[in-house]
Structures are given as structure tokens and as C-alpha cells.
């Protein structure tokens, strides 16, 4: 049931197209169904691949109510709704939360081979058309709907909102980037790219353990924030042949990971790597990155090559308490790129685009953009 001072309608942004101005709509707030909860959503932060699909550099099914970086508070809970978030812990209405991008159904073929993310029923927040009764399930709204077969977690108090929502996207990919390297300890490891997901996961091989972690971005700008994030080295594109040699005795990088989406560094990912290496390649959103390679290479060298899209609901686990760990020693409010109203949409997506590598944060209401404002 709807709490007694929740209002009847809600807003919501939507999204029809690219080059169309958001529409902000009110809609009546729905009761949570069976196994479903309804969140308030407090704040949700503009992805890369929002950005992407505003720009029509991506589709997605319209009319949409975008967005999928979220934290919200939990308003209402349906009929045999969870009561236990993924660390066991009692979910109670007002609890502060975030959770899995995906609803998997938990029985299909993909689900029961532990790839949930792939499950032939999914349904992705903030990626799915609006239909009668489903306005809610993306983050740029003042309201959400939580699916049946969503992995929730309680977010802990030291972690701001802004810090909190990119965990449930950007955070997690990374912490299944490391889940499919495996050994992380003393090992080292080419990061390629520097953006949001690229200094998350150098700070994440630095509080792992990894021996020595060389990133690889083609701004140079980047170079002090990758340092201040735990780099050992930043290079230039040009540059990396001769650091990983020298750095490795010639050997190559014991784990690469590929974060932006351009097949040239997909190459660079593959060809740094040491015989036996692990390359991760979890940046190629969009079609498009081809690249050539040698099947004779791959043998002789005995590479592992594997594949990310998305995550599976351990990886937000890992991504929170990552995030809580670090907060107090890694920058993570230096990707801010400041917060903005649900009606201001339109200006939050102009700023987001230009500031890549950057999070700028939508938030409902005048309490949630004050808070948000003042990290």
C-alpha cells in the first residue's frame, strides 16, 4: 500500500527520440504488485550509455523513462514482496537502497548457468518502452517499480547518494570485470580507458592487491586523475608498447581490461597481455568495434578472452562494499559532474555530454538536489 503522504501522481521524464526535448509527465502512482516494491527514487545518475542513446548513437524501445544508475527509498511493498536484500539484511519502508540494472526470472536456461543477466525473460531498468501501468521503471522519474527477480541492497550511511548510484551500473560492470580476471593479487594488469569505469577499476585492482596497474587513455588530461585513482603509470596510446615492456620484462600484462568501446583498444587489451594472460573486454556497448586477429596468436600465446556485458547481482555486492570501503581514501567525488532537478533534464543530459568521464547526478526533489549539490 502507498504510504498515507505519498502523492497520487508522479513525474517522469520521457524520452521519445533522439533530437526530441524530454516530455515531463505526471501519471498515477501505482500500487506494487505481487513480489514488487515501489521506490522513491532520490537520485539517478546519467550513464554513458544514456548519453549514447540521447544522442542516437543507441537505440532504445520509445517512449522510455531513461536512466538505471539509481538510489532510492523504499515507499511501499507489494504482496510477497522480498524482505531480505543480498546480503540478508531485513528491508524495511524508508530504507535507503540501490539494486541489480536487471529482474532476471531465476528458472530459465541462462539463469540456472549462473548468467542471470542474460535471462531470456529480462527486463533492464531505464531500457524498456513505457506501456499502460509501466511508466515507472527507469530512474529519471520521481518513482520506480521494482520487478520481481531484482537484487536489492542497502546502501551503508557513508556513502552519499551521487557516490551510491553509479555502483548499480558502472561499478558493478567492473566488479565482474575482476570476478571474470580472477587473480588480481599481485598482478599487473592494463587498464584501457580512463573514464568513470576505467579509474573505478584501477582503484579497485589497487584495493585488491593488484603488484603494478598501467592505464591507457588518449587524453592526456586524464593522467593525474588515473594517478590519483592508483595508477602506477598512465600512458598514451603510443606510449604503451615500450612502458608494458619495460614494466614486465618484456612479458606483457598479466590481465587487460578493455573499457572503452574502440576496437584499436581492444587490440592494445589483447596484444599487452603476457602468455597465459586474461584479457576482459566489457566496453563494446555498441555494434560496430571490429577488430582482426590472429586464431594461431591466441593458441601459442594460450590467451583468455572473455567477454562482459552487464553483471550478475554478487557484483553489486562487491561494487557496495568496494565503495564503502574506499570512500575515505579514493576520490570518488572527483566524478561528479554536479546535480541537477528532474525538470531541469534537459540541461543535466547537455552537461553530461560535455563531460565525459563525468556523472552528473537528476534528483526529484529540492531536498534530494540540495544534499546531492553539496558533495
Known amino acids: ?15 521519445s527520440g533522439a533530437g526530441l526535448p524530454f516530455r515531463l509527465e505526471e501519471y498515477e502512482i501505482p500500487l506494487p504488485g505481487r513480489r514488487e516494491l515501489l521506490i522513491e527514487v532520490i537520485c539517478s545518475t546519467i550513464c554513458g550509455s544514456d548519453v549514447h542513446t540521447w544522442h542516437g548513437r543507441r537505440n532504445e524501445p520509445t517512449p522510455c523513462v531513461l536512466g538505471h544508475e539509481i538510489v532510492g ?41 549462473g548468467l542471470p543477466q542474460k535471462c531470456e525473460h529480462l527486463f533492464k531498468y531505464g531500457h524498456n518502452a513505457i506501456s499502460p501501468g509501466k511508466v515507472f521503471s527507469g530512474g529519471f522519474a520521481e518513482y520506480c517499480i521494482l520487478n520481481a527477480g531484482t537484487g536489492i541492497l542497502k546502501l551503508p550511511p557513508q556513502l552519499h547518494d551521487a557516490v551510491a548510484a553509479p555502483a548499480n551500473c558502472a561499478v558493478a560492470t567492473v566488479a565482474a570485470a575482476m570476478r ?67 614494466r614486465t620484462h618484456g612479458r606483457g600484462a598479466d590481465i587487460s581490461i578493455e573499457l572503452t568501446g574502440v576496437a584499436v583498444a581492444t587490440t592494445g587489451a589483447i596484444a599487452g597481455l603476457r602468455t597465459g594472460g586474461v584479457a576482459v573486454i566489457a566496453g563494446a556497448t555498441m555494434p560496430g568495434a571490429r577488430f582482426e586477429m590472429d586464431a594461431n596468436d591466441i593458441m ?76
Open 180 to 246: 571474470l580476471a580472477d587473480q588480481v593479487e599481485d598482478s599487473v594488469m592494463l587498464v584501457m580507458g580512463c573514464g568513470v569505469l576505467g579509474l573505478n577499476a584501477i582503484a579497485m585492482a589497487r584495493h585488491r592487491g593488484a603488484s603494478h596497474i598501467i592505464a591507457c587513455d588518449v587524453s592526456a588530461e586524464r593522467r593525474e586523475l588515473s594517478e590519483t585513482f592508483g595508477a602506477d603509470d598512465f600512458v598514451l596510446p603510443h606510449e604503451l608498447c615500450d612502458v608494458l615492456s619495460e
Open 73 to 113: 527509498r523504499i515507499a511501499a511493498f507489494g504482496h510477497h514482496a522480498p524482505r531480505m536484500d543480498l546480503n540478508g539484511q531485513t528491508l524495511s519502508e524508508g530504507d535507503r537502497i540501490t539494486w541489480t540494472i536487471a529482474a532476471s526470472c531465476g528458472e530459465c536456461f541462462f539463469c540456472k548457468r
Open 1 to 15: 500500500m502507498k504510504p498515507a503522504n505519498s502523492p497520487a501522481r508522479g513525474k517522469a521524464a520521457v524520452f
Open 300 to 375: 601459442r600465446r594460450m590467451l583468455n578472452i572473455r567477454g562482459l556485458h552487464n553483471y550478475a547481482p554478487q557484483d553489486l555486492v562487491t561494487a557496495v562494499d568496494f565503495l564503502a570501503d574506499t570512500v575515505d581514501r579514493v576520490p570518488f567525488d572527483s566524478l561528479s559532474g554536479g546535480a541537477y532537478a528532474l525538470e531541469q533534464i534537459e540541461e543535466a543530459f547537455a552537461a553530461s555530454s560535455a563531460l565525459p568521464g563525468r556523472r552528473v547526478a537528476v534528483v526529484p526533489c529540492a531536498r534530494s538536489l540540495e544534499s546531492n549539490s553539496s558533495t
